[in-house]
């Protein structure tokens, strides 16, 4: 399960994601296509980080002929816009919880058992990381924290 240190978030409710993603899309100008809006309902279903090719197979369910290139560029937008965030250390891809915002960096919090993953609403680290590379003269072009171990309900079960 994915979950959000900010409780107002839509941590829980795919649905309502969704429709805040319609929203935000709508207000922005944005075309949220049928593939677009496919890819986003199930990452935002999902229990867990999914990856490409995960999703590349549950649409080929519904839509035999369903090629790479539809998930890739429909995942492209959705990080663009800010709805969907890319865990590289896994390499896949969760929804984001700030579906009107645009996109951030976050640190992640992922269970290595479970595989579960929290979005921490941290902006002053990530604004003091920004910060200490400015001043050490570096220019950041993409930050990724994330950082990996067991999560209190996996503890809790050892």
């Known amino acids: 399960m994915t979950h959000c240190s900010d409780p107002h978030h839509h941590v829980g409710d795919s649905e309502a994601f969704v ?39 549950q649409l080929r369910l519904e839509q035999a002929s369903a090629a790479p290139p539809t998930v890739y560029r429909s995942l492209e937008f959705l990080i663009e816009h800010g ?14 919880h700030h579906p009107g915002g645009e996109a951030h960096a976050t640190p992640f919090l992922i269970c290595d058992q479970c595989k579960s993953v929290q979005e921490m609403e941290q902006p002053l680290w990530v604004r003091q990381l920004q910060t200490d590379a400015a001043t050490a003269g570096f220019q950041v072009r993409e930050q990724v924290l994330e950082l990996h171990g067991l999560c209190a309900a996996c503890r809790s079960a050892q």
Not at 83 to 96: D, G, K, P, T
């Open 19 to 57: 429709l805040a993603v319609e929203a935000a899309c709508k207000t922005k100008g944005l075309k949220l296509t049928p593939p677009r809006r496919w890819v986003l309902q199930h990452i935002a279903q999902s229990e867990k980080p999914l990856k490409a090719y995960d999703l590349l197979e």
């Open 83 to 96: 709805f969907v965030h890319r865990l590289e250390s896994v390499n896949a891809y969760i929804a984001c």
